[in-house]
């Protein structure tokens, strides 16, 4: 009896809760630097359709590929990703990051003018007609209120909102034109940090959503000044916070994509053990799945890009350099099969228990966590260990 009553709190949260997620139009990926690797690239693309990952996100700059004035094409250092781009994968759908200066227009700054804009487009337009059909999203832009790939003296000053509302919306005509059935979204904020909320939602007045199909974001929380804000739990908080405030101004829901979110295997500040960034990575994997507002998750990021202890940068990777799983990537490669195509319902109670139901109509998987609560690597493996999780659905148990 007691399983019955469980079974039946989660049946009625399926038909009465909204933190519904669409079970089949969910993405979890992971983000990657390819080109910067040191081996061959499809052992990469081979790890992460091994691990359950459905995208990676990835891409190559404006410069990368505009190495002489006026002429495109494909360096010995990119070759690889473009090979893969080219030929498309049945397991793994791409996220083609779109951004950056160029050294002949731009002095590797931002675009600050419509004419340098207009000189972007032959980029954009370039890789969107070469890769027609094989990319499923474009992420117009990464971080541009950070300068994220821009020339450090340049980036201290943000050109105008009206410059990157015309960049975002003459790059989504040339895609729309070039490849009509790519998935569009930009923003790349982060809806912890007032600041940036209050930017997107500004363009977003002006009418951005008309040009994208989403809103991505950035909703890193390791280094926040309120530690409390660390935890995947009152992270999440913020997101639906800002996917209300969208709505408050649309009056209808709006896709968000998560396109960057890590925890970094650091001794510096900000840092975790494996173990906590373990613990964090499912949490929050299974908070976002439960939105039905948001569409996909890329990790970030694939493997460790260095190994200056220093350099806290070098140690988001959910593998080392040597492509050995940390901790993070052995649980997720069980969750992964566990969630796949199926409904995630969250509940939590009022003194913090966090129950998660996991049902595909045939089956309900269940996991439960104490907010505050810190578990070992063996206890959320065991949680998220099939067989001890599995109840059937209407069979009379």
Do not use: C
């Amino acid at each position: 009896m007691r399983y019955l009553s469980v079974i039946f709190f989660y049946l009625s949260t399926l038909i009465i809760n909204p933190m519904i997620a669409n079970a089949t139009e969910f993405e979890i990926g992971v983000g990657t630097h390819i080109a910067n690797y040191p081996e061959n690239p499809e052992k990469y693309i081979k790890l992460m359709e091994n691990y359950g990952f459905s995208s990676f996100r990835d891409g190559f700059s404006w410069n990368a590929v505009e190495r002489e004035k006026g002429n495109l094409s494909i360096s010995e250092k990119i070759a690889g990703l473009d090979s893969i781009f080219s030929n498309g994968r049945e397991k793994i759908n791409v996220l083609f990051v779109l951004g950056y200066g160029n050294k002949f227009y731009t002095s590797n700054g931002y675009p600050r003018n419509q004419k340098e804009v207009d000189e972007f487009l032959k980029y954009v337009s370039w890789v969107s007609k070469k890769y027609k059909g094989k990319i499923k999203y474009y992420e117009i832009w990464n971080e541009w209120l950070l300068g994220t790939g821009v020339d450090v003296e340049k980036k201290r000053s943000i050109p105008s909102n009206d410059i990157f509302m015309y960049l975002v919306k003459r790059t989504s005509e040339e895609i729309r034109k070039n490849d009509p059935d790519a998935i569009l979204m930009t923003g790349s904020i982060n809806p912890l940090k007032p600041a940036e909320v209050d930017w997107i939602l500004e363009l977003i007045k002006k009418g951005l959503l008309e040009y994208v199909d989403g809103i991505s974001i950035h909703p890193y929380s390791f280094n926040h000044p309120n530690r409390s804000f660390h935890n995947p739990e009152n992270n999440i908080k913020y997101i639906d916070d800002f996917e209300s405030k969208i709505k408050s101004i649309t009056g209808k829901n709006v896709n968000l994509y998560i396109t960057e979110m890590g925890y970094p295997t650091s001794v510096l500040a900000g840092g975790v053990k494996q173990s906590q960034a373990a613990q964090d990575v499912i949490k929050y994997t299974l908070l976002v799945k439960s939105r039905d507002f948001i569409k996909g998750i890329w990790w970030y990021d694939l493997i460790d890009d260095g190994n200056d202890l220093f350099n806290r940068e070098h140690w988001f990777g959910l593998f080392t350099q040597h492509a050995e799983p940390k901790e993070s990537a052995i649980l997720l490669k069980k969750l992964l099969s566990l969630i796949k195509n199926k409904n995630v319902i969250v509940k939590d109670t009022s003194d913090k228990e966090y129950h998660i139901g996991i049902n595909d109509n045939n089956e309900l998987i269940k996991i439960k966590w104490n907010m505050g609560k810190n578990y070992s690597f063996d206890e959320w493996y065991q949680k998220v260990n099939t067989p001890d999780n599995v109840r059937s659905i209407g069979n009379g148990e």
